[in-house]
C-alpha cells in the first residue's frame, strides 16, 4: 500500500481524526479546546487523559514555567550552532542536548516530569538561540508571562503582545497540539516502542516534522501567498502550477479529502488578525482568493498549515520558526503517543514486499568487472 495510505496501524485513545465524528482530543471538540481552553489545559488533557481543575493546572503552569530556565551547557551548544542554520535542526540539536545533561530515568518512571520539562525549555531554545545570533545579546529567560503563548510571543517580539495575538497563538497551540497518526506521531511511536527515551522519541518527531509535505508546509505555504500583489497574479498562478502538476503546499490531506476541521478556526482567527495597524489586509484577500479556486478546481481543501501560515506572518514571527512553533504544541501529542505505547508495548516493525533481485552467486572482489 504506497505511504501506507489506509492501513490501520494500531489502536489509540488519544485523539478522533477523519472517524467520522470530527476532530477530538480526548472526547472535546478541536474548536472548543482552542477558544476557551489555554494550551496548558489542552496538554494536560492529552498527557494525563482529563481536563485539569484549577489547582491541577496551576501546579502544572508552574513545573512548566520553571523548565524555561536552560542549563549552561544548553546554552553553550545554543551558542554555537550557527545563526545559519534551520530552526528546525536548533530545536533538535538543542533537544538531544538537554537530554544528555538530564536524562531520562531508564525505567521512564520520570516521563510526565522529563516533558512538562521540555514543555518549558522548547520555546527558550528557540527564543535563547534567536537573539544570541540575531541581537548578539545572551535573553533573560524570566518572565511575568504566565502561557507559553504569551512567553513565545514577548520574547520574540520583545514587546507586550496583543491579547488577540496570544488568543491565536493559543489556539494555534492547540489545534497543532495532536493529530493521531500521522508521520511524526507514528515516527516517535515507533522509537517509544523500541523503549528509547522521551528525547529520542521527540528528536524522531521533529526530523519527520521538518518536511514540507508535513509541518513545513506553513513556512511555504506563506512564501507563496506573499508572491503576489493582487487577487488576479495569485490565480493566473495557481493555474501555471496546476498546469505543471505542482502541488501548493498548505492544501491536501491524507485523511481530510473535504475539509480539515481546524481550517475554519485558523480562517477566523487570521481574519481577527487582519485588523491589527501592522497588517496587510489584502494577504487576507489573496489566500482567500487561492483557498477557493484550489478547492473549486482541483477538490482540495486547505489544511491548517494554509492559513496557519498566514496567522503567523500577521504575527511579523520569522518564517523560518513556523515549524518550531508547531514542535512546541505537538510536543504534547507526540509524549501522549509515547506513554500510550509504552503503557502496551511490542515493537513497530513491518514488512515489506521483496522487489530485489533472485539469489545470485557471489563473485569475490577480484573477479569483479
Ligand atoms: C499539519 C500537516 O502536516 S497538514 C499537511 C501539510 N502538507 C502540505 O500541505 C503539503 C501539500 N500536500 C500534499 O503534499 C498532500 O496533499 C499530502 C502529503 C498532505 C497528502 O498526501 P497524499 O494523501 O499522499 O495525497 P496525494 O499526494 O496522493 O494526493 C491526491 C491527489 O491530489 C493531488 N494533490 C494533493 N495535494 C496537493 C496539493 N497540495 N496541490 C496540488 N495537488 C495536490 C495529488 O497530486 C494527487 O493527484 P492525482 O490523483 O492526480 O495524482
Ligand atoms: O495528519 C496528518 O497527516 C498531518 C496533519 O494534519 C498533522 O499532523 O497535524
Known amino acids: 500500500m504506497s505511504g501506507l495510505a489506509g492501513v490501520i496501524a494500531g489502536e489509540s485513545s488519544i485523539c478522533t481524526c477523519g472517524t467520522g465524528q470530527g476532530l477530538n482530543y480526548r472526547g472535546y471538540d478541536i474548536a472548543d479546546l482552542a477558544l476557551k481552553a489555554d494550551f496548558e489545559e489542552v496538554a494536560y488533557l492529552l498527557l494525563v487523559g482529563e481536563l485539569p481543575n484549577e489547582a491541577q493546572l496551576k501546579d502544572f503552569r508552574r513545573k512548566i514555567i520553571a523548565g524555561r530556565e536552560l542549563p549552561i ?13 534551520h530552526p528546525m535542526d536548533v530545536m533538535k ?3 538531544s542536548a538537554l537530554g544528555c545533561v538530564e536524562p ?3 525505567d521512564f518512571s520520570d516521563q510526565m516530569a522529563k516533558i512538562i520539562r521540555l514543555l518549558g525549555a522548547f520555546p527558550s531554545f528557540l527564543v535563547y538561540w534567536h537573539h544570541w545570533h540575531k541581537n548578539g545579546k545572551e535573553i533573560c529567560l524570566k518572565s511575568e508571562e504566565t502561557t507559553i503563548a504569551g512567553f513565545i510571543l514577548e520574547r520574540l517580539k520583545e514587546k507586550k503582545p496583543f491579547d488577540v495575538e496570544v488568543k491565536a497563538m493559543n489556539a494555534m497551540l492547540t489545534l497543532y497540539a495532536e493529530h493521531e497518526f500521522n508521520a511524526s506521531t507514528f515516527a516517535n511511536r515507533i522509537t517509544a516502542s523500541t ?7 521527540m528528536t524522531t518527531g521533529i526530523g519527520t516534522l521538518k518536511g514540507h509535505l508535513h509541518g513545513g508546509a506553513n513556512e511555504v505555504a506563506i512564501k507563496f501567498v506573499l508572491q503576489f500583489d493582487n487577487v488576479e497574479h495569485a490565480l493566473k498562478s495557481v493555474d501555471e502550477l496546476f498546469a505543471k502538476k505542482e502541488k501548493i503546499m498548505g492544501f491536501g490531506h491524507r485523511v481530510y479529502r473535504n475539509l480539515d476541521p481546524r481550517s475554519p478556526v485558523g480562517f477566523e482567527l487570521a481574519n481577527e488578525l487582519k485588523e491589527l495597524e501592522t497588517s496587510d489586509k489584502k494577504l487576507f484577500d489573496i489566500a482567500k482568493a487561492i483557498r477557493d479556486k484550489v478547492k473549486a ?4 481543501p486547505d489544511n491548517i498549515d494554509f492559513f496557519g501560515g498566514l496567522i503567523y506572518h500577521y504575527m511579523e514571527i520569522e518564517r523560518l520558526y513556523y515549524t518550531p512553533l508547531f514542535i512546541m504544541s505537538r510536543a504534547a501529542g507526540w509524549a ?8 502496551n508495548n511490542r515493537i513497530i516493525r513491518p ?7 533472485d539469489p545470485k552467486p557471489f563473485v569475490p572482489l577480484k573477479d569483479r568487472k
Open 73 to 85: 551547557s544548553v546554552k553553550n551548544v545554543l551558542k554555537s550552532i550557527p545563526a545559519s542554520s
Open 93 to 95: 540539536t538543542a533537544t
Open 104 to 106: 531520562e530515568a531508564e
Open 195 to 201: 523503549l528509547s527515551d522521551i528525547y529520542s522519541c
Open 297 to 300: 478546481d482541483k477538490g482540495l
Open 336 to 343: 501522549a503517543h509515547a506513554f500510550e505505547q509504552r503503557a
Open 351 to 357: 514488512s515489506s514486499t521483496y522487489t530485489g533481485p
